[in-house]
């Protein structure tokens, strides 16, 4: 176990709705990157924060927005669902930030469906 | 454009044998490669991170080569156990980018 947990595990949505992920870091991490994975692709990066601030961003649209909190846990928000948006959304955390070697600590991944 | 490639998509093998995963990739500048394995529905564990002057780097069976020059890399895996059955990713970092470029991945299969 990587000590990184996201919550819920599963999830099901409909079109137009909004959803919340959660991500606990690893204890001592300050850094959390979110992905998103398609069944047989691998993941996406979507954004990373670093000391509560958006330290970098993929190619995802305004819809999809995070925060990380004063303990460096982390949510990730997506508004208005897509049928596309069903994936594996996966949280790693990392120290200081993408350094040579460093290495990020997956958590489980919540599940989401949209239908 | 920065992008990794794996091949093959797909593997099986008898398990105790041995295999060689593929990766190219045309990421620049390179900072480093990274090759994570990860089980169905379960976030990616780290195997192994090679940077530039690193030609090989192991742990336990799995063994990872890096060649910069041609771009390419293979992870080896040594007496496979059926617990290896898993995707297995390779992802290139870009210097001074805060991304990870991530390939699509290699499902190996390990069949007793």
């Known amino acids: ?115 | 454009k920065n992008q990794v490639e794996q091949s093959p998509q797909s593997l099986i093998i008898l398990e105790g044998k041995n295999c060689t995963l593929q990766c190219n990739y045309t990421v620049s500048p390179f900072s480093n490669l990274r090759w994570y394995k990860q089980d169905t529905g379960r976030g990616p564990v780290s195997l192994t991170i090679m940077t530039f002057s690193e030609n090989t780097k192991s742990n336990g069976r799995y063994t990872a080569t890096l060649d910069a020059d041609t771009k390419q890399s293979s992870l080896h895996i040594t007496a496979s156990q059926l617990s290896d059955s898993a995707s297995y990713i390779c992802v290139v970092s870009q210097k001074g980018n805060y991304q990870l470029i991530w390939g699509a991945g290699t499902k190996l299969i390990i069949k007793p």
């Not at chain 1, 990157?33 to 692709?41: E, N, P, R, V």
């Not at chain 1, 990373?48 to 330290?55: A, C, I, P």
């Not at chain 1, 649209?61 to 049928?83: C, K």
């Open chain 1, 1 to 115: 176990e990587t000590g990184v947990t996201q919550s819920p595990t599963h999830l099901i949505k409909t079109r137009g709705q909004q959803v919340t992920l959660r991500c606990s870091s690893q204890s001592g991490h300050n850094t959390v990157s979110w992905y998103q994975q398609a069944l047989g692709q691998g993941p996406q990066f979507i954004f990373q924060y670093y000391r509560e601030e958006e330290n970098g961003r993929g190619n995802f649209p305004p819809r999809f927005s995070g925060l990380q909190f004063p303990n460096y846990s982390s949510e990730l928000n997506v508004n208005a669902l897509e049928l596309d948006d069903s994936a594996l959304y996966l949280c790693a955390s990392s120290l200081v930030g993408l350094a040579v070697q460093e290495t990020q600590y997956f958590g489980p991944g919540t599940r989401l469906l949209v239908l």
